[in-house]
Nanobody
Framework: VQLQASGGGLVQAGGSLRLSCAAS????????LAWFRQGLGKEREFVAT????????YYADSVKGRFSISRDTAKNTWSLQMNSLKPEDTAVYYC???????????????WGQGTLVTVSS
């Protein structure tokens, strides 16, 4: 499975961006679809995840109420709608897919290449 992330860019604080991830190839071990992010000099951290089957979602506390994850089974894609962006949201955002709905990055088998989101103050 190959993942391709898109949608990053530069936005002012308070603005919005929508990230998308497209999956291609054989869909194995992709029950959970997620977004992680990694700021400069920081460890990669969980942002949001959604179940492919029943749309159950989990969010990091830092993005609850501002970010929304969704998936489109027909198009084999999932998205992250980011509203009310803050400078501390600046990071490279990675999409990921794996067998378990978890906030831990280790079980995620497939990873996209990352897309940069920069939020200016």
């Amino acid at each position: 499975v190959q993942l391709q992330a898109s949608g990053g860019g530069l936005v002012q604080a308070g603005g919005s961006l929508r990230l998308s991830c497209a999956a291609s190839g054989r869909n194995t071990h992709t029950s959970a679809l997620a977004w992680f992010r990694q700021g400069l000099g920081k460890e990669r951290e969980f942002v949001a995840t959604i179940s492919w089957r029943d749309r159950k979602t989990y969010y990091a506390d830092s993005v609850k109420g501002r970010f929304s994850i969704s998936r489109d089974t027909a198009k084999n894609t999932w998205s992250l709608q980011m509203n009310s962006l803050k400078p501390e949201d600046t990071a490279v955002y990675y999409c990921a897919a794996g067998p378990d709905l978890t906030t831990d990055l280790r079980p995620y088998v497939y990873w996209g290449q990352g897309t940069l989101v920069t939020v200016s103050s």
